[in-house]
């Protein structure tokens, strides 16, 4: 197990996944984190922020975020949860001869308890293939309460710029936009050009979104599973220099396409497992 696991950034642990066909995928130990994909032939998919932090502790910006047990401010707990910023394990039953999927293993400890008082054993699964990306997060009460959480893979997307960029799928499908207060509304257009600050969160999203991003030449389709809600984000650039890890142009170079529960929170009894997959490909 240990000889897959490689020296990042500052010396933190992540590992390196490779396919035969050329593709690679990274991901740091330190909040389940995928911090890199290139598929097959092509170049880096996902946006990672200029000045990304790489602590022990410390959420990292861009990406693929594990959001767990809350999304953003939504309950009691910090933003987004603790899973982004808590040390995975590699899971023992993963087997290391395999250079394309690795599984990652989060259980509840007394630091967890102090902030949610639950048991659960979280699991994420990344399985690279010649030219998609899956990321699939597991949850199981293995305690004697029931509990409820809500959850998102809060993927960053790389674009050559988000004025060129195009977004389909979401036609017809109603929102609550929180740049407008909360308020509900329904998406009448036909694609979806950002041009403007927006946070919207998707009720009963559609499980294939596709983004074109026209300065690379390039697809991406976003295709959920077990997740009923979507978030597109970009703070634009009077709210960009608030994140931490990000620089003043950066959200001209990303747009955030989560797949995400929200609407209504994940309800588990002991014993009793979710799961939400994300496949991530190029076409």
Not at 7 to 18: A, D, I, Q
Not at 229 to 256: Q, S
Not at 262 to 272: D, F, Q, R, T
Request: aromatic share 8%.
């Amino acid at each position: 197990m240990t000889t897959r696991i490689e020296s990042g950034k500052n010396g933190m642990p992540k590992v390196v996944l490779s396919h035969p066909s050329g593709g690679s995928a990274e991901i740091y130990l330190n909040g389940a984190h995928t911090t890199s994909w290139v598929p097959a032939g092509g170049a880096e998919v996902l946006f990672m922020g200029k000045t990304a932090a790489f602590a022990p502790g410390d959420p990292i910006r861009g990406g693929i975020p594990v959001v767990f047990p809350q999304f953003a401010n939504t309950g009691p707990l910090p933003q987004h949860g603790f899973a982004r910023k808590t040390e995975w394990k590699v899971a023992e039953d993963d087997e290391a001869s395999d250079q394309m999927k690795v599984k990652l293993l989060l259980q509840d400890d007394h630091k967890t308890r102090e902030l949610w008082d639950y048991r659960f054993r979280t699991a994420l699964s990344v399985s690279l293939g010649e030219k998609s990306l899956e990321v699939k997060l597991e949850v199981t009460n293995i305690g004697e309460d029931h509990f409820a959480f809500t959850a998102a893979l809060h993927t960053y997307l790389a674009v050559a710029d988000i004025r060129e960029t195009v977004l389909r799928g979401l036609t017809g499908k109603w929102y609550v936009d929180k740049t407008q207060g909360g308020i509900e509304a329904k998406d009448e257009a036909k694609k979806l050009v950002v041009a403007d600050e927006i946070d919207r969160v998707y009720l009963g999203a559609p499980k294939k979104i596709e983004v074109e991003d026209r300065g690379n030449s390039r697809r991406v389709e976003v295709r959920a599973a077990g997740f009923k809600d979507a978030v597109i984000w970009n703070p634009w650039a009077e709210k960009v220099t608030g994140f931490t890890g990000l620089d003043n142009d950066d959200y001209a170079k990303m747009i955030c396409v989560e797949s995400a529960q929200i609407g209504s929170s994940v309800k588990l009894k002991p014993n009793a497992s979710w799961s939400g997959s994300q496949t991530l490909s190029v076409l």
